[in-house]
């Protein structure tokens, strides 16, 4: 699939991205690569592919210890707030 210039001008309005006239071509040529990518990807043969349960089957993923790695300081940030209970932070009820 190619994109036209165009195309890309109304993609980069959706996403208000501002996009000179200048670098229009190089998107256009990238973004129309990657939708070629996509489609190539896309004619691949899945039908025989058995879903995985897990990725990291009979795997094991090292993780780091559960530990914190830094001081409490809900005491110094609740000194700021107008009302504090239970270390709560008490607002006005905006709802009725």
Partial sequence: MTLTRRDVENIALL???????EELPGYVGSLS?????VEQLS???TGEVEPMAHPLEDQVQRLRPDEPTETDHR???QRNA??????LYIVPKVIE
């Fill in 82 to 87: 107008p009302a504090v209970e239970a270390g």
């Fill in 75 to 77: 005491e110094l940030y």
């Fill in 43 to 45: 004619s691949a043969e």
């Fill in 33 to 37: 690569r990657i939708l070629e990518f």
């Fill in 15 to 21: 996403a208000r991205l501002r996009i000179t006239d």
